[in-house]
């Protein structure tokens, strides 16, 4: 990695560390490696903007940069500001912590693995998750940067496992920051960081899995069907599960299952409205009128129902997109214990057309509970949506 993109690493950091900062003043907690007396909120605020700014250029234009082609980037605006600032950085703080020891679990220099060591250190904030964060793996991947968090191990189990020992060894370096740093913090980052990477890579994603289990035979028998299945539109409303950056699986069921009927029947198609943690109030509001515009003609809720109003919000829905000549349909949720949902969903679909798809009732007399939940025992394993998108393209075909 040459000098200049080392330094768009180090701008980073420097814009993720004054977010945190800010974070640890809100907090009220005196942590001493988070002063930053220097400089203002204002003056912090400032930088997290001109990070903002510089992972959101066209990394075609940096790239040009870097290579010291003719380029319409100008340093002087983002990237001098950020290298610039002066802002302490202690070799305590989880960005140089997690540098090190990447760089001696994975054998190279320590300047290669910085970029993944700053996706490090904002993920262990959580605030970002969805948006920022997101954006940074982006930017690095379209720098052409490698970001090595797979190669900690050959399998999920195996990786897993190596980010709980690594996790032990950092926490106990880590200063007391404005997030938890502990063992399983750092072990869950690791496994958020090797899904997200993976998919937006492409090096396992929905369609990496499907090809996978195309050649299974359990999937084997069902193409002929799949390929008979009339031109369609479908529609999966969804919380976390369903959602593409969910960070437990390298791919949620349902896009496993949108990626395999787009090699065998590219006539039925898929469109994904989500939203974590989303209830049917919350679903109605946000895509009631733009799934009946979408006019599918089938819709799949995997929403959370758990009590009477979610009951009677799910039901209007099914109403509402019955009448338009939708068949519903909703997934059970046995698995993560506050957001168990069966007999919510048997109580609308008793006063409504809803058909209940209880994949999570099929899976559970195959596996044992433990493998299909994940670090945070709420999101499923890959094992899960590997599974739980065979059925699901059962039932589509049912």
Same mark, same amino acid.
């Given at each position: ?6 330094? &768009? ?30 400089? $203002? ?9 001109? +990070? ?12 040009? *940069? ?37 760089? +001696? ?28 964060? +997101? ?12 970001? %090595? /968090?797979?190669? &900690? ?6 990786? +897993? ?34 899904? *997200? ?5 492409? $090096? ?19 193409? %002929? ?21 969910? *960070?437990? $699986?390298?791919?949620?069921?349902? *896009? ?7 090699? /065998? ?6 469109? #994904? ?48 997109? $019955?009448?338009?000549? &939708? ?27 809803? #058909? ?10 195959? #596996? ?31």
């Amino acid at each position: 990695m040459n000098t200049k993109l080392q330094d &768009i690493a180090r701008a980073s950091i420097v814009g993720t560390h004054a977010f945190e900062v800010l974070k640890a003043r809100k907090s009220g907690a005196n942590l001493e490696d988070y002063r930053a007396e220097g400089l $203002t909120d204002k003056d912090l605020n400032a930088l997290v903007e001109h +990070q903002r700014f510089l992972i959101r250029t066209d990394p075609k234009v940096l790239l040009a *940069w870097t290579e010291g082609r003719p380029s319409a980037f100008d340093p002087s605006k983002h990237l001098a500001p950020l290298l610039g600032a002066a802002l302490p950085l202690s070799d305590r703080l989880p960005i140089y912590v997690a540098q090190r020891h990447l760089a +001696q679990a994975l054998g190279v220099p320590a300047e290669d693995v910085l970029p993944a060591a700053n996706l490090f250190q904002m993920t262990l904030e959580i605030d970002r998750d969805g948006d920022v964060l +997101q954006e940074l793996i982006e930017f690095y991947l379209g720098l052409r940067i490698p970001l %090595p /968090v797979e190669e &900690i191990g050959p399998s999920d189990d195996q990786r +897993q496992q190596r980010f709980l020992e690594l996790g032990k060894k950092m926490a106990a370096e880590t200063c007391p920051s404005p997030f938890s740093t502990d063992a399983a913090s750092w072990q869950i980052t690791g496994m958020k960081l090797v899904h *997200w990477v993976g998919k937006k890579a492409g $090096t396992c994603d929905h369609r990496t899995i499907a090809a996978e289990i195309m050649r299974q035979p359990a999937l084997q028998a069902l193409l %002929p069907e799949l390929k008979k299945m009339p031109a369609q539109r479908i529609a999966v409303v969804g919380h976390s599960y369903t959602m593409f950056v969910q *960070w437990s $699986t390298p791919a949620p069921f349902t *896009w496993i299952a949108k990626a395999v009927l787009e090699k /065998v029947n590219p006539g039925v198609s898929f469109l #994904h409205f989500g939203g974590g943690s989303m209830s049917p109030a919350t679903a109605s509001r946000l895509y009631r009128d733009i799934v009946l515009e979408y006019k599918p003609a089938q819709v799949y809720f995997y929403l959370v129902v758990i009590t009477e109003q979610d009951v009677a919000d799910l039901a209007l829905l099914v109403r509402a997109f $019955t009448n338009a000549g &939708i068949s519903c349909n909703a997934f059970t949720q046995r698995y993560a214990k506050d957001y168990q949902n069966v007999n919510c969903l048997k109580q609308v679909a008793a006063i409504t057309p809803l #058909h209940i798809v209880d994949i999570e009732g099929i899976l559970q007399s195959s #596996h044992p509970k433990q493998d299909f939940i994940s670090l945070d025992g709420i999101h499923p394993t890959e094992l899960y949506h590997r599974l739980a998108a065979v059925e699901l393209l059962k039932a589509m075909h049912g």
